[in-house]
């Protein structure tokens, strides 16, 4: 597995802030908080998330083995997502249908449910090698290792049906698969953070960030979780009030601004409340959001019990807060 492994890390320390025109930033931040926007406003509604641990874990794990970068395992995940949330719609559409129609006949809609079912790795697998397409830093998959792998696993699946899967995804998704993922966001923040003479280095906030945003990934559920009680000021939530807080978890700058203050803690906690007010005037998100999230995944990521409600502190009292619940897991 060393062997591997070379090309990702190296591609690490290739990484390089502050080459970019600061014009180019502007624009590209504008655009990724449009994109936000509509991702947000599309979520609203929707119910239920297939970024499980399990599958996360088998797509990270999948594109170490394949010597991906992180940004495809991210991208195959987001590609994952919204390939299986529009699945289900359609599945939950024929239902309807049926049952409108003539409810003594759900055998279209529970083929569908099966197909996917039995088809789910193979899908999964075909997500990975898309998201390895759109990256210039990454070789693409080949069909043969593909096969390979699934062969591994016990799948016998022959050239056609891996085309027909990646196909099945591209129309699903209306062939919209570059997908904007939390580490864009992230690394976009980073660069302003970089002009705005962050006191923090953009490489070392970087390399804590990845860290962050697997365990994120992984953590998914909890770290959501605790902000959900968080914000209602209960510790259990209705189905309703979980509903709507689905929105948020597709909030992806609010998330990229968690995870750089997390990792600014992490690295340098006296300047924890400076990077926390430079990101609140770069997104506009308010400090107590962004203490908030970084204060779950800071109590998450080290093991501490999440308690059931975190009140709001100052930035200089939440510093102290969560240098004491760090040091107490240290």
């Known amino acids: 597995m060393d062997g591997p492994m070379r090309p990702r890390l190296a591609s690490l320390v290739d990484f390089q802030f502050g080459v970019v025109a600061t014009e180019t930033i502007e624009d590209a931040l504008l655009h990724l908080a449009q994109q936000n926007e509509q991702a947000v406003r599309e979520a609203a509604g929707r119910l239920g998330t297939f970024r499980e641990p399990r599958i996360v874990e088998f ?25 299986m949330v529009k ?8 239902a309807r249908i049926q049952l409108r129609d003539n409810k ?17 790795t193979l899908r999964l697998v075909s997500c990975v090698q ?44 209306n062939f919209q698969i570059n997908l904007p993922t939390p580490l864009a966001y992230v690394e976009m923040l980073l660069e302003v953070l970089g002009y ?23 953590l998914h559920e909890p770290i959501y979780e605790s902000l959900l009680r968080a914000s209602i000021e209960n510790s259990t939530p209705s189905q309703l009030q979980g509903e709507k807080f689905i929105s948020v978890k597709e909030d992806f700058m609010l998330l990229a601004v968690g995870i750089i203050a997390a990792s600014a803690f992490i690295q340098n906690h006296e300047c924890w409340s400076q990077v926390v007010e430079h990101l609140q005037s770069i997104t506009g998100i308010a400090l107590a959001s962004i203490a908030e999230f970084s204060y779950a995944i800071l109590t998450h990521s080290v093991g501490a019990n999440t308690p059931g409600r975190q009140q709001y502190i ?15 897991n240290t």
């Open 87 to 94: 699945q289900a719609e359609n599945i939950c559409r024929q």
């Open 314 to 328: 100052p930035p200089h009292l939440a510093a102290r807060a969560l240098k004491t619940v760090a040091s107490s």
């Open 196 to 218: 705005n003479g962050c006191v923090v280095p953009a490489m070392r906030l970087h390399a804590t960030c990845l860290t962050l945003l697997d365990l994120v990934y992984l």
């Open 130 to 173: 898309l998201a390895s397409k759109l990256s210039f830093q990454n070789k693409i998959i080949s069909n043969v290792t593909v096969l390979n792998f699934l062969q591994s696993l016990g799948y016998l699946h022959t050239k056609e049906e891996l085309l027909e899967s990646e196909l099945d995804v591209l129309k699903s998704l």
């Open 59 to 83: 797509v990270f794990l999948l594109s170490e083995q394949w010597c991906l970068e992180k940004s495809v395992s991210y991208q195959a995940v987001e590609i994952l997502e919204r390939f």
């Open 104 to 120: 003594r006949e759900f055998q279209n809609w529970r083929a569908l449910k099966e197909q996917l079912f039995n088809k789910f």
